[in-house]
């Protein structure tokens, strides 16, 4: 048992299908000797308690086992605690392993054993982390930008303010997660254009906006649904920013995390 | 505040929200103002800047600021290089070229160090071309509705390499 790891699985890994592939994880780690106390996560058991308690017992290293969304549950308080994180994805999705060059099942135990270690930017909504993106659909919300300018689409949009995620044709990150930049994407809704065949459903063409930003508040006249990491919150107003150089994760060698191109250049 | 609602969407992944039409989709040089979304106050890029959409307040790129023929700009612009379209009040201070195209409508003064005119192009407004030559030429143009270039002519008066 190597105190220094730890494993926290999530509550769906209990199903039978996947006890075979748990079985090779838990094989595989104690073969690399990176076998450690294991936690499951529960609906009724706080993610954060457990993940706190280990961290006291002496772990250094939080294996995450499971998918993104396991992911997702922890990620809104781990900046905070001084570990590293390591991921091991069982089931889909699992975008997010993709673009950290991990993949699925016991061969990211080789990944996490082999501890290369990545400092990622963290956004941070009011006083939650996020990972991967914050997310409004067709709202009236705007984005008071660096304090400086206000941004939002005339009638309704879409907006989408991400940190780490979207995959380019070429399989690389859009949104570079160490370049301390938030990107800001809004898809104002547009009419669909006349069809030439009316009775064809034609869906409305989108074109979106994008801007690079630091700190931000969205805030809104009525309150408004949020998508943050995949959560869902409502309210009028979030404070938005970036916080650089904030989570320590293992990657794989064959990871994707800055674009092909770092062309787009930030606003001021 | 914040609820601890949950979304349940099994096909969630971080990659599937990007509009296929994104600028941030590889390549992309620019910070973009899509057509449909309005901006109000100091609008400042360190780069290339292409706005479609409006804008109101000051504009200010480090690279080049590009406007479609949609835009509606209602701000004072400050830019390397500029490429218009669209409609513009107030006033434009280029450092390097600009360039007027048939669809771009200027109320406002403008100083540029070269300029190009597009047939069909309004500047309603004072004109200074040449910033940082010796001989800065400045012509009234009230509005310059324009069926060739008349900068041009001016070059060739004035024998100024700077021009064009």
New interface residues.
């Given amino acids: 048992m190597n105190r220094l790891y730890a494993f926290l699985y999530d509550d769906i890994l209990s199903a039978p299908s996947f006890q075979r592939t748990v079985a090779n994880i838990e094989t595989r780690c104690s073969v690399l000797g990176i076998q450690g106390r294991a936690s499951r996560l529960a609906i009724f058991r706080s993610a954060k308690e457990v993940v706190e308690g280990m961290v006291k017992d002496g772990a250094q290293t939080i294996v995450i086992v499971g998918n993104d969304k396991t992911l997702e549950k922890v990620m809104w308080f781990l900046p905070d605690l001084p570990v590293t994180i390591g991921y091991i994805p069982v089931c889909e999705p699992f975008g997010i392993a993709g673009l950290l060059g991990i993949p699925p099942g016991d061969a990211a135990c080789d990944i996490v054993a082999a501890r290369r270690v990545e400092t990622l930017d963290i956004g941070k909504i009011n006083d939650r982390y996020f990972l991967t993106d914050v997310y409004i659909e067709d709202s009236k919300a705007t984005v008071r930008v660096d304090d400086k300018f206000t941004i939002g689409a005339i009638r309704a949009g879409t907006i989408s303010i991400r940190n780490l995620g979207g995959v380019t044709a070429q399989g690389v990150a859009i949104a570079n997660a160490k370049d301390g930049w938030l990107d800001l994407g809004i898809s104002p809704m547009v009419d669909a254009a006349p069809s030439r065949f009316p009775w064809a459903i034609s869906s409305p063409k989108r074109e979106e906006t994008c801007v690079r930003f630091k700190e931000g508040r969205i805030q809104s006249q009525e309150p408004i649904d949020i998508l943050v990491d995949g959560h869902q919150f409502n309210g009028f107003s979030f404070e938005v920013s970036i916080i650089p150089n904030a989570l320590k994760i293992i990657t794989g060698r064959n990871k994707r995390l800055e674009p092909v191109s770092s062309a787009i250049l930030p606003s001021e | 505040?914040?609820?601890?609602?949950?979304?349940e969407?099994p096909?969630?992944?971080?990659?599937v929200?990007?509009?296929q039409?994104?600028?941030?989709?590889?390549?992309?040089?620019?910070?973009?103002?899509?057509?449909?979304?309005?901006?109000?106050?100091?609008?400042?890029?360190?780069?290339?800047v292409v706005i479609?959409?409006?804008v109101r307040?000051t504009i200010s790129a480090?690279?080049t600021l590009t406007i479609g023929s949609d835009a509606h700009i209602v701000a004072n612009i400050t830019a390397q290089e500029a490429v218009i379209s669209g409609s513009i009040q107030g006033n434009l201070q280029i450092e390097k070229q600009a360039i007027f195209h048939a669809t771009a409508h200027i109320v406002g003064d403008l100083t540029a160090e070269r300029i190009t005119v597009e047939a069909g192009a309004v500047i309603d407004g004072k004109v200074q071309i040449g910033i940082g030559t010796a001989k800065p030429v400045q012509v009234e143009s009230v509005p310059v509705v324009t069926p060739s270039v008349p900068e041009s002519r001016e070059e060739k008066k004035e024998e100024s390499p700077s021009l064009l």
């Fill in positions: 505040m914040f609820s601890n609602s949950k979304r969407e096909g969630f992944m971080p990659n929200r990007i509009p039409n994104s600028p941030f989709h590889g390549g992309q040089t620019a910070t973009v103002i899509a057509r449909g979304v309005k901006v109000e106050g100091e609008f400042h890029s360190q780069g290339d479609e959409g409006d307040g480090a690279g």
